[in-house]
């Protein structure tokens, strides 16, 4: 069986940073997050530019480090700029503010219960019987304000 570094010793530097460019890019498949995909197009533009230019490995390497964090600034700075993402995602219960729904319970004494899709949602406001139209308003902790529509 070959060695691997031997492969990559005899197709040169540029196809080694090429081929570590995809394996970083691959791995964001999976692992989670979005930072090794900037490595990875960092090692791709460092493999196209020792494919172009002659260049030594140690000026490889910096330039590799220096488009790594020009790219992982730029994506950070993009992802600020773009605003909270995750104000919605992984909160369903934000989702639900607006929507409208029958009341799977009746609410006594302030709570009841609704269903939304598969999950029931505890529930506060005016009491109502079971079956009643109602729109979700609020939202505290995980127990959604409703009223009638």
């Known amino acids: 069986m070959a060695d691997p570094l031997a492969i990559l010793a005899a197709l040169g530097p540029a196809w080694s940073w090429v081929i570590a460019g ?5 791995a964001e498949i999976v692992v989670p997050g979005v930072f090794l995909i900037w490595f990875g197009l960092a090692a791709l533009a460092t493999g196209l530019a020792a494919a172009l230019i002659p260049i030594p490995w140690q000026a490889q390497t ?3 480090a220096g488009l ?7 994506a950070t700075r993009l992802h600020r700029r773009a605003g909270p993402h995750d104000a919605i995602l ?10 409208e729904g029958v009341l799977a319970e009746p609410i006594v004494q302030g709570t009841g219960r609704i269903r939304f899709d598969d999950t029931l949602w ?7 019987p079971a079956a009643t139209r109602v729109r979700v308003v609020g939202l ?7 009223e009638a529509v």
């Open 22 to 26: 995809l394996v970083l890019a691959g």
């Open 62 to 64: 910096l330039l590799f």
């Open 68 to 74: 790594a964090v020009v790219l992982v600034g730029l």
């Open 90 to 99: 992984n909160r369903p219960d934000r989702g639900l503010i607006g929507r």
């Open 122 to 128: 505890r529930i506060e406001g005016p009491d109502l």
């Open 140 to 146: 505290s902790g995980t127990v959604l304000k409703v």
